[in-house]
T-cell receptor, first 112, second 113 residues
Framework: AQTVTQSQPEMSVQEAETVTLSCTYDTSENNYYLFWYKQPPSRQMILVIRQEAYKQQNATENRFSVNFQKAAKSFSLKISDSQLGDTAMYFCATDSNYQLIWGAGTKLIIKP | DGGITQSPKYLFRKEGQNVTLSCEQNLNHDAMYWYRQDPGQGLRLIYYSQIVNDFQKGDIAEGYSVSREKKESFPLTVTSAQKNPTAFYLC????????????FGQGTRLTVV
């Protein structure tokens, strides 16, 4: 069965610092996607970044980038120049059989 | 503006009662999903539907029921058979399969009193 593991329940950094959130996964799929979603205090889930497993190049979206290590089944999220608005729960997920498999989430707190 | 609307935001239910959570989307998406979110856990899939008049059970479907009579609507009924219904419920939709971006509603917090 597909699983997603986020080993950091909570992290906090100072504003403007860089932070990396960890995610490992296990899948039997040959072609799969990986996602990072953000859930701010409003609880509205928003897609941060998406990576296609067959692409070697790491995805980037402005201050957000991933370090995708396919052999190690690792998919970490790096947030550069962190801002107060980045405070949220961050969930890693992968797709399998028409559904998303989710990690337990990392609570990220950006301190002023 | 296009999006997903869940209602109500907060819902209280007495034990033994059924309750229905509403989910409506105007994104013209084919697929819709219901997730349950509990503290310290990721989202767990309750039901999903890829097309009108068809839906599939997810990992935790027991005690829940759904319908998909219209493309825009995917209501979830929490029945009295659900032993621990207090949770946060999220509805989502995608154009076809989940490999594209999933759009979420703002959720419904259900509390059994």
């Amino acid at each position: 069965a597909q699983t997603v593991t986020q080993s950091q329940p909570e992290m906090s950094v100072q504003e403007a610092e860089t932070v990396t959130l960890s995610c490992t996964y296990d899948t039997s799929e040959n072609n799969y996607y990986l996602f990072w979603y953000k859930q701010p205090p409003s609880r509205q889930m928003i897609l941060v970044i998406r990576q296609e497993a067959y692409k070697q190049q790491n995805a980037t979206e402005n201050r957000f980038s991933v370090n995708f290590q396919k052999a190690a089944k690792s998919f970490s999220l790096k947030i550069s120049d962190s801002q107060l608005g980045d405070t949220a729960m961050y969930f890693c997920a992968t797709d399998s059989n028409y559904q998303l498999i989710w990690g337990a989430g990392t609570k990220l707190i950006i301190k002023p | 503006d296009g999006g997903i609307t869940q209602s109500p935001k907060y819902l209280f239910r007495k034990e033994g009662q059924n309750v229905t959570l509403s989910c409506e989307q105007n994104l013209n998406h084919d697929a819709m999903y219901w997730y349950r979110q509990d503290p310290g856990q990721g989202l767990r899939l309750i039901y999903y539907s890829q097309i009108v008049n068809d839906f599939q059970k997810g990992d935790i479907a027991e005690g829940y029921s759904v319908s998909r009579e219209k493309k825009e609507s995917f209501p979830l009924t929490v029945t009295s058979a659900q032993k621990n219904p207090t949770a946060f419920y999220l509805c989502a939709s995608t154009p076809d399969v989940v490999r594209t971006e999933a759009f979420f509603g703002q959720g419904t917090r259900l509390t059994v009193v």
